[in-house]
């Protein structure tokens, strides 16, 4: 049997918090914000959690974590 292990890219982008659920950031705010609006870019600041219809994908990309 090879060894579990976890998406390189899914460590570096989710983080598990105590009650089970994954924080994520947003998306679509890293570059080309000159034809974004100012209120769209607001709303995209800070953190989300990943919703629960994804979560069984979570759980594969990140094993240890106790999904």
């Known amino acids: 049997m090879p060894k579990?292990?976890?998406?390189?890219?899914?460590?570096?982008?989710?983080?598990?918090?105590?009650g089970?659920?994954?924080k994520r950031g947003h998306a679509f705010k890293r570059h080309i914000l000159?034809?974004?609006t100012t209120k769209n870019k607001r709303h995209?600041?800070?953190?989300?959690a990943v919703h629960e219809t994804n979560m069984a994908s979570m759980?594969?990309?990140l094993p240890f974590a106790g999904l």
């Open 44 to 48: 995209l600041r800070g953190i989300t």
């Open 20 to 22: 089970g659920t994954v």
């Open 4 to 18: 579990m292990k976890s998406k390189s890219s899914a460590k570096k982008r989710f983080r598990v918090r105590p």
């Open 59 to 61: 759980a594969q990309m």
């Open 34 to 36: 000159t034809k974004k």
